[in-house]
T-cell receptor, first 115, second 116 residues
Framework: GAGVSQSPSNKVTEKGKDVELRCDPI?????LYWYRQRLGQGLEFLIY????????KSGLPSDRFSAERTGESVSTLTIQRTQQEDSAVYLC?????????????FGSGTRLTVV | AQSVAQPEDQVNVAEGNPLTVKCTYS??????LFWYVQYPNRGLQFLLK??????LVKGSYGFEAEFNKSQTSFHLKKPSALVSDSALYFC??????????????FGTGTLLAVQP
């Protein structure tokens, strides 16, 4: 597609429920990233996929968080047993490759509210 | 480890005046440097990047940034601010030959408020 698409745009869930967030990267972009942005704060790296390499999961805050990506297409970020501190905007970005100086193209994000 | 510092949470400037949003970075090798802008309720948009070559980089909407290796800085500038420039600005860095460390590290953001 023309840009990075994320769904849903907004999600309200009850504490303890599982949620799944989806990201459709730009076609041909081999690198895909998930970031979290809490209210009034900067971007916190979560996970990075590059082609068929093992993902860099170093930013996942707990084992309740996981992400998958099939090939160079769609990625899903799953949060199990959601907590109120998980409330944030979850941003997905993709880039042409993981290297060189390519910047990212970001999606509009999924605003997650845990009540 | 890579890191980025944006020392000002907010910058206030009058319309028509020059603006500067500060950014300093730390990497063990040579950096790639980026500026992104986030308007309210919208995703981040790419403004400009420094990869190599001329230290003065020009980007979208009349913004520019100067790479200063000795001061490890990459300040964002614009000669004449517009009210429509009011937004949240993020500086980001990654190491040029980071191997497995290909992710961008973002600063905490600086809110630019341009008064009419």
């Amino acid at each position: 597609g023309a840009g990075v698409s994320q769904s849903p745009s907004n999600k309200v869930t009850e504490k303890g429920k599982d949620v799944e967030l989806r990201c459709d990267p730009i076609s041909g972009h081999t690198a895909l990233y998930w970031y979290r942005q809490r209210l009034g704060q900067g971007l916190e790296f979560l996970i990075y996929f590059q082609g068929n390499s093992a993902p860099d999961k170093s930013g996942l805050p707990s084992d309740r968080f996981s992400a998958e990506r099939t090939g160079e297409s769609v990625s899903t970020l799953t949060i199990q047993r959601t907590q109120q501190e998980d409330s944030a905007v979850y941003l997905c970005a993709s880039s042409l490759t993981g290297g060189e100086g390519y910047g990212y193209t970001f999606g509009s994000g999924t605003r997650l509210t845990v009540v | 480890a890579q890191s980025v510092a944006q020392p000002e949470d907010q910058v206030n400037v009058a319309e028509g005046n020059p603006l500067t949003v500060k950014c300093t970075y730390s990497v063990s090798g040579n950096p790639y440097l980026f500026w992104y802008v986030q308007y309210p309720n919208r995703g981040l948009q790419f403004l400009l990047k420094y990869i190599t070559g001329d230290n003065l980089v020009k980007g979208s909407y009349g913004f520019e940034a100067e790479f200063n290796k000795s001061q490890t800085s990459f300040h964002l500038k614009k000669p004449s601010a517009l009210v429509s420039d009011s937004a949240l600005y993020f500086c980001a860095v990654r190491e040029k030959y980071g191997g497995a460390t290909n992710k961008l590290i973002f600063g905490t953001g600086t809110l630019l408020a341009v008064q009419p």
